[in-house]
């Protein structure tokens, strides 16, 4: 499958390009960066640390699009937006990581999906959306009774918060429950809040270091206390995820899908 690296020069997309090449059933067709980057005509392998591949880096989306079947794409929602347009286009295969969405955004989405096949997570490790599944069980089996609490913590170069995997969990967990995320979501306390209010789900963002993704969800009750925790060691979970991804969604119809229906989750 003929895949095209978005941002290829960042670290995500560096780590899209090893995925990529060490991968059956894919090879690297093109990397884009944005239009004045120090990374243009650059190898995308030297980059990547792979050694040459023969394919340089460019600021031409459109014509890269044309030649391929599938677009990997961890960069910010406005690029992705533009990303998710000319992939309806192509008619091709949109895989999207990026996080920091807006309501707004997501009816765009939907809207080049009705031409290309969009993969979109806020979270594409395998480990971490079977982890979604678990906690969406955990919710609903031991109901509102068990306080409901989100710990993330990431490096400290990230930009939005609570994490992208943190609300995909905090999703699961109020799909569970029967009830809606934002009506329920407790993201910052400060000062003299007051007891805890009953059926809310709490988040928690730590950032420093280096630390790739942290997650925990705890669940606690009267005289226990359940915890499932994800930790993220290397940046390559998420793009061998993503490469699955597209090869998954390389024959399906147009739509907009998730890790889910990739593991087989919806099922």
Do not use: C
Not at 41 to 65: N, Q, S
Not at 107 to 123: D, I
Not at 159 to 184: F, K
Not at 252 to 261: E, F, I, N, Q, V
């Amino acid at each position: 499958m003929r895949l095209v690296v978005v941002g290829a020069a960042g670290r995500m997309g560096q780590a899209l390009v090893r995925a990529i090449t060490a991968m059956e059933g894919s090879v690297l067709a093109a990397a884009i960066e944005r239009e004045g980057s120090p990374a243009l005509g650059k190898d995308a392998g030297e980059l990547a640390g792979l050694g040459p591949l023969g394919v340089r880096i460019t600021d031409d989306p459109l014509t890269a699009f044309a030649a391929a079947e599938g677009v990997l794409d961890f960069t910010a929602p406005k690029a992705s937006l533009h990303f998710a347009e000319l992939a309806a286009q192509a008619r091709i295969v949109h895989v999207i990581g990026t996080t920091g969405w807006t309501d707004e955004d997501l009816p765009k989405l939907e809207a080049a999906a009705r031409h290309a096949r969009l993969v979109k997570s806020g979270n594409m490790s395998l480990g971490v959306n079977l982890l979604a599944a678990l906690v969406k069980k955990a919710a609903a089996a031991l109901g509102p009774d068990y306080d409901l609490e989100i710990v993330e913590m990431h490096h400290r170069h990230k930009v939005d918060a609570p994490s992208g995997t943190a609300l995909l969990l905090g999703e699961a967990a109020a799909e569970g429950r029967g009830i809606g995320l934002a009506e329920h979501s407790v993201r910052v306390r400060d000062g003299h809040t007051g007891p805890r209010e009953a059926g809310t789900i709490g988040f928690a963002t730590l950032r420093g270091g280096s630390v790739v993704g942290d997650h925990t969800i705890i669940l606690a009750g009267e005289g226990e206390r359940v915890e499932l925790t994800h930790k993220a060691e290397d940046r390559q979970i998420f793009a061998r995820g993503a490469v699955r991804a597209a090869l998954w969604a390389r024959d399906r119809k147009p739509g907009l899908y998730s890790m889910a229906d990739v593991l087989g989750l919806n099922d």
